[in-house]
């Protein structure tokens, strides 16, 4: 495929939290600026993980994946770094979930060149919670990911349960006021029962990494 088009830039700002299936989700009321939860919201996502036969993206801390499901559906790079995970998407393109669009190898030709081959699928059954500040504004988006993986390369199936906490428009802007945020996250989630996520991407679980 060819093109031209810029993509969409993020950083995500999040934490990770392992669960197990029968725990009940945290209370929120004790976060600092959050005045309201909104309504759940179920998406159904199917993401399509590929790499180099010698997985040098992954090795670089970079995910190369085409999602489909959800507000962001589309081709995403993601690339860890000490402030947060750097995001680049790009429409979904005509074609099969293998055959990459020029752009988007573009983007990754610093760390990996083509042929890029499946890596993992995962499918995510995901419920969102808004969760707001007293203007209605997005502080930070909770979801409740109930995860089935297949590592393609080894043909090895897995599932899980885990949240993610990712920090909105409205989050605090300052490190200071980040770490109290997340401060208060982890007091929640531990006393709903849950604990600091063992992997730090899913991609990374499904890879028994």
Same mark, same amino acid.
């Given at each position: 495929?060819?093109g =031209?088009a810029?993509p969409?830039?993020?950083? $995500?700002? $999040?934490?990770?939290? /392992?669960?197990?299936?029968?725990?009940?989700?945290? /209370?929120?009321?004790?976060?600092?600026?959050?005045?309201?939860?909104g309504?759940?919201?179920?998406r159904? @996502?199917d993401?399509?993980?590929?790499d180099?036969?010698?997985?040098?993206?992954a090795?670089?801390?970079?995910?190369?994946?085409?999602r489909?499901?959800?507000?962001?559906e589309?081709?995403h790079v993601?690339?860890?770094?000490? /402030?947060?995970?750097h995001?680049?998407?790009?429409?979904?393109?005509?074609?099969?979930?293998? /055959?990459?669009?020029?752009?988007?190898v573009?983007?990754?030709?610093?760390?990996?060149? &083509?042929?890029?081959t &499946?890596?993992a699928?995962? *499918?995510?059954?995901?419920? %969102?919670?808004?969760?707001?500040? %007293?203007?209605?504004? @997005?502080?930070?988006?909770?979801?409740?990911?109930?995860? *089935?993986?297949?590592? $393609?390369?080894?043909?090895r199936? =897995?599932?899980?349960?885990?949240?993610?906490? $990712?920090?909105?428009?409205?989050? &605090? %802007?300052?490190?200071a006021?980040r770490?109290?945020?997340f401060?208060?996250?982890d007091?929640?989630?531990?006393?709903?029962?849950?604990? &600091?996520a063992?992997?730090? =991407?899913?991609?990374?679980? %499904?890879?028994? *990494?």
């Amino acid at each position: 495929m060819t093109g =031209s088009a810029e993509p969409a830039r993020s950083i $995500e700002v $999040e934490r990770k939290y /392992d669960v197990d299936a029968d725990v009940p989700l945290p /209370d929120w009321s004790g976060l600092p600026g959050v005045a309201s939860v909104g309504a759940a919201e179920v998406r159904e @996502l199917d993401a399509r993980y590929l790499d180099t036969g010698d997985t040098a993206l992954a090795r670089a801390r970079v995910a190369l994946r085409r999602r489909t499901g959800g507000p962001d559906e589309g081709w995403h790079v993601k690339v860890s770094a000490p /402030d947060g995970r750097h995001e680049w998407a790009w429409p979904l393109e005509a074609g099969e979930a293998d /055959d990459v669009p020029e752009d988007v190898v573009d983007a990754v030709a610093r760390w990996a060149e &083509p042929p890029f081959t &499946p890596l993992a699928r995962l *499918r995510n059954t995901r419920t %969102a919670y808004a969760l707001l500040d %007293a203007a209605g504004a @997005l502080v930070a988006e909770f979801v409740d990911d109930r995860v *089935r993986a297949r590592n $393609e390369r080894r043909g090895r199936d =897995s599932e899980w349960r885990e949240w993610e906490v $990712e920090l909105g428009p409205a989050a &605090p %802007a300052d490190e200071a006021g980040r770490a109290a945020f997340f401060a208060a996250v982890d007091a929640a989630v531990a006393a709903a029962g849950g604990r &600091p996520a063992a992997s730090d =991407s899913k991609l990374a679980r %499904a890879l028994g *990494r």
